[in-house]
């Protein structure tokens, strides 16, 4: 019949294709419950084909299509009993999101329309999850700020008294107790600090690892470093075994996770060692950090790691902590992927661990520092004596040495040479001179006076601005090699070179 | 715009102790003009090289080479192999003059000298990696053998043996610095000895140490090869290496067969890929089959690289001419050039090529360090490192 015959058919014709063309989702459902049409829209939001789903109640047809797969779940409101769609969002397995609302006939049974809500859900919920996050940013400072009160006021409290009792020591010992105690103080506040400020750049978010392939006993030297000092004075020991594998982390944060574990293994050891260890595990290696300290009952395993967590107060009150190591040390690990466990029990020690991918060893070194001489040249480790009484002149000669990798010592007081040379910091390889010292004194007579007092007597070059012919015969007929000033440096490099490796050469000076 | 000549001048030892790779100096930047030449010159103009003879390069001879090719010559880059010796004194009159200089003195003393005044040295580079990574980057080797089980070492230890001059002290120092870090040992500091020491006391000295390696820095072909025929006397059950030197055919003229198992490298070779397989043949159909491509690729490499930063920057400059040879030193820090002996990529810092593995992880940006396992007289030395320019597998010396 073609829609135009009369006008009720050309209504009803004109009703059937807007509903079936409707992009909601469209059911109509029974007195008794069932759905006695759908619109496509409404099948396709379900992923069946219409037939299958006529027939149905919305018990049925929720299973229905769960158990095809297309429907991964819903919300009914206030948990109500699923007997009506109204209320509900359903979620597809597509991603979308879709509200129901049901209008009720006027012949009983009721009308569902379905409504894509997926773009307005995920605002919700990133609303809902800024807002959680900026809740327990919010708790989380207002614990950080009685947990600083807290911890911070001691240490304070401390030195308010320490600087009143430096300031009326009599004696210098007195004052000198004072003082070490007012540093031990201090250096309690900068921990504590540090902490803080670690936790602030985490939660800020302004932690991004820089990762590449390095030696871990790079850290495993630095850690014995470290902490060698503050296990010796807790009558611990400290064995920290070391390993020649390369591994893929950021060198700093890794550092400070293991710090965090070695600082916190010495805090809750009384007695016995902390002893670190690495052991390979496939293609990750495991490094372990252990103690024979008081150790963590099961229970509070997952929680030591949770933010200004203490196991309890005393203990925390007596180590000055904050309870932010092990936090600081679980969220760098998470940042780098690097799993952190633990296994402990109470009063049997504790075992921390990190699994860090193995790398590369060719790869290895990469983020050393530029090479240059200080590091690896000739005269790297040598040791030079420098006579000069010109301050910026010696300043610039001792400048450029350290940055050839030498050490340098000096005497100023060249009247007094013996006491000098007994209070030199090294035994020097090579001696540096100006001629004239003071306008008195030549620096080829002190450089005689000097070898006679030095365990080891050691070649000399001397410097100077006087071009006389006779002041250079005269030099050279003692025997020094000569620079005429001002000294240039690769003239000064094949000297020394040749001085120090290679006499034979001298005669080829230029 | 000037139709004369543009000068590039080269200091070649000639004469004197390293007077073999000296003509091979000279054969590559020849070879590199012509080249060069028959494209049409740098922007229509022709190069001519002059050679001045710097004998036993000490820093008296090459820095009078360097004022020759300045104040003579008018040259406007000076381009060589290396000159053991004169110690960067020769960066003073070319520096005065403001031209570009490339060389491959292999000397971490570059870097401290172009850091000390980048504006003065702007036109110093360093064809090479410094000598710095032959240490880093054979402690590294050492630790790829055994960690991915190529070679199980018997203990930890290396022992080091160094000649006199400043290129084997760094080596040396390089190495003792790095072994730490990737768990070997010193038993002992590394022991300096003049080239002429016999050198049976040097190995006895360290024989008492047991070490499963024994390292020897010192580079003429003759001084090793006298070493080595000493070492094998009474072989230590260790790994050897050799420094660069072992690879002249010098070395194996003189050790045969008892050379084979030596481990050697260098920081600037001809890689066995396409490019350095053409180089090598173009090479000694011109100079002859006894000719040394691996030495020649090196001036050869720079003229070439030299030549397109001078096109981009529009021209050469005489000596004075500091402006554009400014330009042409930013050009050459800025275009890496992929060249018969591998990317030359310099660091904007160092002014000096760096080298693959030891600096960069990217082989196609770095140089590589090659290293070798001579084998029995009459066969090529096998490429045993780094991935991805393995040729060979490494096999255990025939004396352990």
Not at chain 1, 32 to 54: D, I, R
Request: a negative charge; aromatic letters at 6%; charged letters at 20%.
């Amino acid at each position: 019949m073609a829609i135009t015959e009369s006008p009720e058919g050309d209504q009803s014709s004109h009703e059937a294709t807007a509903l079936r063309h409707l992009q909601q989702g469209l059911g109509i459902w029974s007195v008794s419950g069932q759905l006695e049409y759908c619109n496509s829209a409404f099948a396709a939001s379900f992923g069946v084909p219409q037939s299958a789903l006529v027939g149905l109640n919305v018990s049925e047809l929720l299973e229905f299509t769960k158990r095809q797969g297309t429907l991964i779940g819903f919300e009914s409101p206030n948990g109500a009993p699923v007997l009506r769609l109204h209320g509900m969002l359903l979620i597809c397995a597509d991603g979308r999101v879709l509200s129901a609302i049901d209008s009720a006939l006027p012949s009983g049974g009721a009308i569902s329309l379905l409504t894509d809500v997926t773009e307005a859900r995920r605002n919700s919920m990133a609303l809902v999850q800024a807002r959680d996050k900026a809740t327990a940013a919010d708790q989380s400072k207002s614990r950080f700020l009685r947990a600083a009160n807290h911890d911070l006021r001691q240490p304070l409290a401390s030195l308010k008294i320490l600087v009143y009792s430096c300031l009326v020591a009599d004696k210098e010992a007195d004052r000198k107790q004072a003082l070490h105690a007012m540093e031990v103080s201090v250096s309690i506040m900068e921990d504590l600090l540090g902490a803080l400020l670690n936790i602030g750049q985490l939660d800020a978010g302004k932690i991004e690892p820089s990762v590449a392939t390095f030696q871990i006993s790079a850290i495993l030297t630095r850690l014995q470093v470290q902490f060698a000092h503050q296990a010796r004075e807790k009558g611990l020991d400290l064995r920290i075994i070391p390993s020649k594998l390369a591994v893929v982390s950021d060198r700093v944060l890794l550092e400070r996770i293991l710090s965090n574990l070695v600082s916190n293994a010495i805090n809750y050891t009384e007695v016995g060692r902390v002893l670190v260890g690495c052991r390979r595990h496939g293609r990750l290696l495991r490094i372990m950090v252990g103690d024979t300290g008081i150790g963590v009952a099961p229970e509070h395993h997952d929680a030591i790691f949770a933010e200004f967590y203490r196991v309890s107060d005393t203990q925390a009150q007596a180590r000055h902590s904050l309870g932010l190591g092990l936090n600081i040390a679980q969220r760098l690990s998470a940042i780098l992927g690097h799993t952190l466990g633990l296994t402990s029990e109470l009063g049997r020690g504790s075992l921390f661990f990190i699994d860090v991918p193995i790398g590369n060893v060719w790869h290895s070194g990469g983020d050393e520092p530029e090479i240059s001489e200080r590091i690896g040249g000739e005269f790297a480790g040598l040791c030079c004596l420098v006579l000069e009484d010109d301050r910026i002149l010696r300043e610039a000669i001792i400048s450029l040495l350290e940055r050839w990798g030498m050490t340098v010592v000096t005497i100023d007081d060249f009247d007094h040479v013996a006491e000098a040379v007994s209070t030199l910091d090294g035994q020097p390889d090579i001696i540096l001179t100006d001629y004239r010292l003071r306008g008195r004194i030549q620096g080829t007579d002190l450089v005689g006076t000097l070898n006679d007092l030095l365990d080891k007597p050691c070649p000399a070059i001397v410097m100077t601005a006087d071009t006389a012919p006779e002041v250079i015969a005269s030099i050279r007929a003692q025997g020094f090699p000569l620079l005429i000033k001002p000294v240039s440096p690769p003239s000064l490099r094949v000297v020394m070179h040749n001085l120090l490796f290679e006499p034979g050469l001298m005669a080829e000076l230029p | 715009m000037s139709t004369a000549p543009i000068i590039i001048g080269s200091m070649v030892p000639l004469t004197g102790t390293s007077a073999n790779d000296g003509r091979e100096f000279r054969n590559g930047l020849s070879m590199a003009i012509d080249e060069v030449n028959a494209r049409g010159g740098i922007l229509g103009r022709r190069l001519e090289a002059e050679f001045v003879d710097t004998g036993n390069q000490s820093a008296v001879e090459v820095v009078r080479a360097a004022r020759q090719l300045i104040h003579q010559h008018r040259a406007s880059a000076i381009i060589n192999g290396y000159n053991i010796g004169p110690q960067n004194a020769e960066y003073e009159p070319i520096a005065d003059a403001g031209i570009i200089y490339i060389h491959h003195n292999t000397l971490v003393q570059h870097h401290d000298t172009v850091a000390s005044d980048p504006t003065r040295y702007f036109g110093c580079f360093m064809g090479d990696p410094a000598e710095y990574w032959y240490g880093q980057g054979f402690i590294k080797f050492l630790s790829w053998l055994r960690d991915s089980h190529r070679w199980r070492p018997r203990n930890r230890r290396v022992a080091i043996i160094s000649g006199p001059k400043p290129y084997s002290i760094v080596i040396a120092n390089a190495m003792a610095v790095s072994a730490p870090k990737f768990g070997w040992e010193l038993p002992i500091a590394p022991q300096i000895h003049p080239t002429n020491a016999d050198w049976r006391e040097a190995l006895e000295k360290i024989r008492v140490h047991d070490p499963a390696i024994v390292a020897m820095t010192h580079f003429h072909a003759g001084d090793l090869a006298r070493f080595h025929l000493q070492f094998m006397e009474k072989p230590l059950p260790s790994l050897l290496y050799l420094q660069y030197g072992a690879l002249h055919s010098a070395f194996s003229e003189i050790t045969g067969e008892k050379a084979r198992g030596v481990i050697t490298c260098t920081v600037i070779g001809l890689p066995r890929d396409e490019i350095g397989k053409k180089f090598a043949a173009n090479y000694r159909a011109r100079f002859g089959p006894l000719s040394t491509p691996e030495i020649g690729c090196q001036p050869y490499s720079s003229l070439h690289h030299y030549a397109i930063a001078a096109a981009v920057a529009g021209g050469t400059g005489e000596p004075g001419n500091g402006e554009i040879n400014r330009r042409i030193a930013k050009a050459l820090i800025d275009i890496p050039y992929r060249s018969v002996v591998g990317m030359i990529h310099y660091h904007p810092t160092w002014q000096a090529a760096v080298p693959y593995p030891d600096a960069t992880q990217d082989p196609s940006l770095g140089i590589p360090h090659l290293f070798y396992q001579l084998r029995s007289p009459g066969e090529s030395p096998a490429l045993i490192a780094p991935e991805p320019y393995i040729e060979q597998p490494f096999e255990l010396p025939p004396w352990l």
